[in-house]
């Protein structure tokens, strides 16, 4: 059964850092991993996907990279912004399932 | 990628009572996950909508406390019935984009029981 771990729970910066979000996962058989972003209350927006056979991806300050054989993951954010505070949740899609299974999120705080 | 409508964004209901949640989706889509999201918790996969066919549930999920409704290939519904406080959650309606291009969600459904 796939189990899906986030670390930090909580992180709390000053703005400009360069930050690193953890993603972690039991069963290395995945079709691919998604990060998302959750403002409070709020739907996900989807941030990053990574397919099986990718290494990384990169959206303007968002990195995020895969290593399966490990079962993890990392969000890389770069020069963080007050706007970057929100919850991000990492999924993974394991082979042969249709569902996502969601990591425990972590709360992250950007202070001016 | 596909862009979700999803109804209401927020309702605080009595206890007892029923909600229905709709998602609208603007292309023809096979599958449709409903989740629910505690306070302070992650996502939990409720049930899988299929047209054409009964729902498939999750372990610790049943259809008499939410049945779901999938009319067609672009709506589908989501009723939390008999609400107790308990039920105080975000209700999110996803699809798949593509094979291996993730899932898109809806906007979510902020529901308060009291």
């Known amino acids: 059964k796939q189990e899906v771990t986030q670390i930090p729970a909580a992180l709390s910066v000053p703005e400009g850092e360069n930050l690193v979000l953890n993603c972690s996962f039991t069963?290395?058989?995945?079709?691919?991993l998604q990060w998302f972003r959750q403002d409070p209350g709020k739907g996900l927006t989807s941030l990053l996907l990574?397919?099986?056979?990718?290494r990384e991806q990169t959206s303007g300050r968002l990195n995020a990279s895969l290593d399966k054989s490990s079962g993890r993951s990392t969000l890389y954010i770069a020069a963080s912004q007050p706007g970057d505070s929100a919850t991000y949740l990492c999924?993974?899609?394991?082979?042969?399932?249709?569902?996502?299974?969601f990591g425990t999120g972590t709360r992250l705080k950007v202070l001016a | 990628s596909a862009v979700i409508s999803q109804k209401p964004s927020r309702d605080i209901c009595q206890r007892g009572t029923s909600l229905t949640i709709q998602c609208q989706v603007d292309?023809?889509?096979?599958?449709m996950f409903w989740y629910r999201q505690q306070p302070g918790q992650s996502l939990t996969l409720i049930a899988t909508?299929?047209?054409?066919?009964?729902?498939?549930?999750e372990s610790g999920f049943v259809i008499d406390k939410f049945p779901i409704s999938r009319p067609n290939l672009t709506f589908s519904t989501l009723t939390v019935s008999n609400m107790s406080p308990e039920d105080s959650s975000i209700y999110l309606c996803?699809?798949?984009?593509?094979?291996?291009?993730?899932?898109?969600f809806g906007s979510g459904t902020r529901l308060t029981v009291v």
């Open positions: 996803s699809v798949p984009v593509g094979q291996g291009f993730g899932d898109t």
């Open positions: 069963d290395s058989a995945i079709y691919n």
């Open positions: 990574i397919q099986s056979s990718q």
């Open positions: 999924a993974v899609h394991s082979s042969g399932t249709y569902k996502y299974i």
């Open positions: 292309s023809q889509v096979t599958m």
């Open positions: 909508a299929n047209q054409g066919s009964e729902a498939t549930y």
